[in-house]
């Protein structure tokens, strides 16, 4: 039985994750071309060997050094990374002190506080990253609210804006970051921070030495799942951004889908992975040493 | 206990403001007379009218819950299959690539997720429509199940499974008579989230969506790309409130459920 348990999802992520990412890099080996599908070439089985040749002869990288010379491309892959490190650091700021606060309020709020945190994550991100566009905009809520305390003159321009793509991301992915840091710290034994002060330490160094060591994997963890998926997000720069918020997957969809270049988008796809390669394996090694650590 | 320092209690209360405010507003300016969404001219319901009147979201939504319905489904027993798997085997020939396969989709970029499965369904020459973003989710959502399943699995006390095997059961028996009903919550909670994860998605379903087939979130985002109107906010606040209902009758169930074990296991 349970070599059927295995080999049944074993089989089903094999096809639908793995063949196509040999697809994938099939394809941007090749060349566009006007035809459908728009590139070649195609494989064709029915010429036996001399097919098989030819198809592996006519596949060049050409598409990789296409994306070497124009500017665009390594300039999206760096400020989409630039972005991702930026927003991981502003959303720990965020979300490390709530988490904090979190696990210091009483037993009986825990449940509750968790639940509010979590209510959000379940809400559809698109309609939170649209609730943004009303609030940033010209004559958006931000904008009516400081012009009204008289802390501006003008309305800023915010939507739009790199800035506007900052605080979407910490919006939308603090959950990923507060429970993590939560569920490490929510273990702490309180009395730990009370001997700490105890033997003369002051506020700080206890918790320099007690709570940041037992908070680290949690906010380790946090880090890795709000910077991995924002190096490819797409939603919160094409709704929040402007014209000059590059970001790759922004990039790749517009490729695709306006261009219609399947052959370089999918060159595009190949190096985002590979630059996710590391902190994915990363994380992995992380959460793996973490489970067995806990049991 | 030294109870909330001020610090803390700042940090709550900043906290949870930046994360509902927005929502809020939202929610608020849905009732709102006026065309232009950020100026109050009076209450009204009249936008969720224009909602519940137009035929595109509704046959959105009926695709959106049933493709949702569908992979949560299939999602939920390939995971749960996945986790059981993974937890019971000890090493086996290409058990590291299959971790990797579950660990990877929960962190794919969604645009390399969905690029690549409609290269797939292309090449094998698969019509797109409801039926590739039935598969397309399910093989992202069914990773996402296998993790909320095996992290009941590590705390599951083998020795009721091999009692089972003892006294007779088989294999399969063992699972579904014991196994199965104490890991049921697990199974219900990655269900659940399977759905959510499904209803919610744009990208994903932007590449494996045929001309048939639309989702409500690829609607959503093609009228919200053209910039805020009131009706986009009606349909949002009735999604939130849906999911809001959902998520407190489902922890309030398995509050109780957790609250009837506890008590059993003292009278026990």
Redesign the interface.
């Known amino acids: ?2 070599r ?3 080999a ?3 089989v ?10 040999a ?2 890099t099939k ?1 941007s080996l090749s060349d566009y071309a006007i035809s459908i ?1 728009p590139y070649t070439p195609t494989l064709d089985l029915s010429e036996g060997w001399a097919g098989l040749r030819g198809f592996f002869a006519a596949l060049d990288v050409e598409n990789f050094v296409f994306l070497t010379e124009d500017d665009l491309y390594w300039k999206a892959y760096l400020s989409s990374v630039q972005i991702a490190l930026v927003s991981t650091v502003l959303t720990l700021g ?1 979300g490390f ?2 988490a ?3 696990s ?3 037993e009986a709020w825990r ?1 509750a ?1 968790m ?6 994550f ?7 990253v ?6 940033l ?1 010209n ?3 931000l904008n ?1 609210f400081m012009l009204w305390t008289g802390l501006i003159a003008e309305p800023l321009q915010i939507l739009n804006t790199t800035t506007a793509v900052y605080i979407g991301i910490v ?1 939308t992915y ?1 959950p990923f970051m507060i429970l993590p840091i939560y569920a490490s710290l929510d273990r702490m034994d ?1 009395s730990l921070l009370e001997a700490a002060e105890d033997l003369g330490c002051s506020r700080l160094t206890a918790f320099w030495h007690v709570t940041w060591p037992l908070a680290r994997p949690g906010v380790i963890a946090g880090c ?2 709000v910077f ?2 924002t ?5 919160i720069p ?2 929040l951004g402007g014209s000059d918020t590059l970001m790759i ?1 922004k990039v ?2 517009e490729e ?2 306006s261009n219609r270049d ?1 052959p370089v ?2 060159a595009v ?1 190949i190096i ?2 590979l630059i ?1 390669v590391i902190p ?1 394996v990363l ?2 090694r992380h ?1 793996t040493r973490q ?1 067995e650590r806990g ?1 | ?5 001020a ?3 700042v ?2 209360t900043l ?2 403001a ?3 405010i ?2 809020v ?2 929610v608020v ?1 849905s009732f709102n007379e006026s065309k232009l ?2 100026v109050w001219a009076g209450f009204s319901t009249k936008w969720y009218g224009e909602v519940v009147r137009n035929e595109a979201f509704l046959d959105a939504a009926w695709v959106t819950v049933r493709v949702a319905f569908f992979s949560a489904t299939v999602a939920t027993v ?2 749960t ?2 986790a ?2 993974m937890m ?2 000890g090493a ?1 020939v ?1 058990r590291t690539l ?1 971790s ?6 929960l ?6 997720t969905g ?3 409609l ?2 369904f ?2 094998i020459g698969l019509d797109r429509g409801v039926l590739t973003i039935v ?2 989710h ?2 992202f959502a ?1 990773c996402y199940v ?1 993790v909320v399943v095996s992290s009941r699995l ?1 705390s599951f006390d083998r020795s009721l499974e091999e009692a089972a095997l003892d006294l007779g059961c ?3 028996q063992a ?1 579904t008579s014991v196994t199965l009903p104490i890991i049921a919550p697990a199974v219900i909670a990655g269900w659940l989230l399977a759905f ?1 994860l499904s ?2 998605d ?2 994903i379903a ?2 494996t969506a045929g001309p048939s087939a639309t989702t409500l ?1 690829i609607k ?2 093609s009228s ?2 053209l ?2 109107s009131p009706e ?2 009606a349909l ?1 606040t009735i ?2 409130g849906i ?2 209902v ?2 407190l009758v489902a ?1 309030v169930l398995s ?1 109780r459920q957790i609250t009837r074990r506890q008590r059993e296991a003292v009278d026990g």
Do not use: C, H
Request: proline share 8%; no cysteine; charged share 5%.
């Open positions: 039985m349970l059927l348990f295995t049944i999802p074993y089903w992520l094999l096809i639908l994750f793995l063949v196509p990412f697809i994938v394809i599908p965020v002190p709530i904090y606060a979190m210091r309020a009483p449940p506080l639940m509010l945190v979590i209510l959000p379940w809400t559809s991100f698109l309609i939170r649209y609730a943004w566009i009303g609030i905009a004559e958006g809520f009516q919006y603090l309180p890795f799942l991995i998926p190096v490819g997000e797409f939603v094409s709704l997957g790749l969809w695709f889908f399947w988008a999918s796809a985002l992975l996710l994915i994380f992995q959460e489970r049991g | 206990m030294r109870g909330l320092s610090f803390n209690i940090s709550l906290g949870f930046f994360l509902y927005p929502m507003i939202l300016y969404v950020t390939l995971g299959m996945a059981y798997a019971r085997r086996f290409g299959f990797g396969m579950i660990y990877a989709p962190v794919m970029p969604e645009v390399i690029l690549s499965l290269l797939l292309i090449a598969l397309a399910t093989t069914m296998s590590v088989t294999p399969l699972f959510t209803l919610d744009l990208v932007s590449f979130p959503i985002f919200v790309r910039g805020v986009i906010n949002s999604i939130i999911v809001t959902g998520v922890s509050k």
